[in-house]
């Protein structure tokens, strides 16, 4: 790069600030002495010197630097409380080839923002955050950040932070360097020339990196806020000196960057055809069976329900795989608390002609019960005239209501005899074909491939019989 | 027309200026005031005294409105595109 002949305002800014309303489209809202015109000028200048400013997506904060986009000429977001990282994260995976840059203060990275910047700095995301540390809420007053000084006053520490009932401030910088991904942290400072020039070589060192694909590099800046501190600006600079640097001492925690190479990410599938396999449906025609004359129902509302580890839902999603097959809309819903046996569990089905609105049936014509506080509970939704299926080895107790047709199978006993109790999920399949009549189970049997991918065929000829006998059982008992 | 400069020296603008007074203390040559005018926002801006100037730059970077300050260097050549 050529010498420099003349130090003016860099290209990156806007010649004229458009996008700021009023009539002063010529400068910064900023207050007079802030730190922030600096910072933003070293980042603008740097920007122009590599030639990347087309290139670089700069995400705006909350906190003074909010409207940043009214001044940089670069591709601009304006991310919500905190969340620049998160932001910064979408933009720059969705173009890798672009500069990131995350502008935040104190406020809101290091406290509403915490775990965001944590987080995208554990990933390593290939971007530049700059944090600008003024150890105070400048936007709304002047009130206390995570980072304001043991004893400081702010108006809401009118007598000091005292750590006992505020904390102590937090060292951004020292945090983020127990983590593994980072590639370059530094905390430098704008209260002198030689420091002001040393920020600017940690501005170029992390635009570079980020445009060298390096990952990430956290640049805090200690800065001033005579507005907030009630100082001039000369004095905010010996402020920063006297108080802030004791507490934030200044160096470079980490340069990772020459052992690093670029980063390349794995390439997310987003074709659906790739997803479907994966899942296992590429094989899986949604339509094939013919449905069944004469059956019962024109619409199912079915609620299974019993203890976690009962199959109640598999049964869920056998019954809906085997309807969607038969050409119905189908609908499966799952409500289990967090266990993943052993609590109480239940699942909707919907299986009908028109399409389906909700998949909740609050309101089911259908219920197959597993234990009794599942009957108990769920025979209340029942419809009049609905059909309750109860595991009658587990359920001695007659249900209560006489509106309602019952329909007791032994689904454990009947599991049980087959040798493994886990096959009831099939046994109920088997009876809830019997019942309504609108699902084969030879058909059922066809599809046992799909539903027990992956198990062996022992498993699945084990699962065909526990259909049969569920289906058998209800033919001839009702 | 071209007009080599033979001294560096900067170039204020009155009325951006917001009289923060850093350039003023970052000036190793002591040769920025801070004027006794008001400019149209109120504030006392800050000029150059017209000679001393060695162009080191401190003033442009220390000042935080990125368009108060210009530093022609004592090579700059007007017209040219640095």
Redesign the interface.
Known sequence: M?????????KG?MDVYKHKPGTEK???H?????????L???I?EALEDFAVIDKTILISPVGCSVFAYY?FDTGNFQAAHGRAPAVGTAVSRANPDSIVISYQGDGDLAAIGGNNILQAANRGENMVVFFVNNAIYGMTGGQMAPTTLEGQKTTTTPYGRNPLSDGYPMQMCELLNQLTAPVYITRTSLH??AN??KT?QAVRKAIRYASEKKGFSFVEVLSMC?SGWKM???RA?QWIKEKMIPRFPLMVLRDNAENTGPIERPVPVLDPEEVKKVLGYDTFETTGFKKRPGTMFRKVALRVAGFGGQGIMSTGIALANVGMKYGYNVSWLPSYGPEMRGGTANCSVKIQEDSIGAAECTEPNMVIAMNQPSLEKFEKLLVPDGILIYNSTLIDVEPSRKDIRVCPVPITGIADELGDTRVQSMVSVGAFAAVTGMFDPEEIKSLMPTLFAGKSEKVRKLNEEAVQKGYDHVKRNF | MNKQWEYPYPEIDPDICKGCKLCVAACPKNVLVISSKLNSKGFHYSEYVGEGCIGCGNCFYVCPEPSAVTVYLRNYVEGEVS
């Open positions: 050529a010498q420099k002949t003349v130090l003016r305002k860099p800014f010529d400068r910064t900023y207050c007079p002495g802030c730190g922030h015109g600096i933003h000028k070293l603008a001044y002198d020339m002001i020039r600017r005579p001039d600006a000369v600079q």
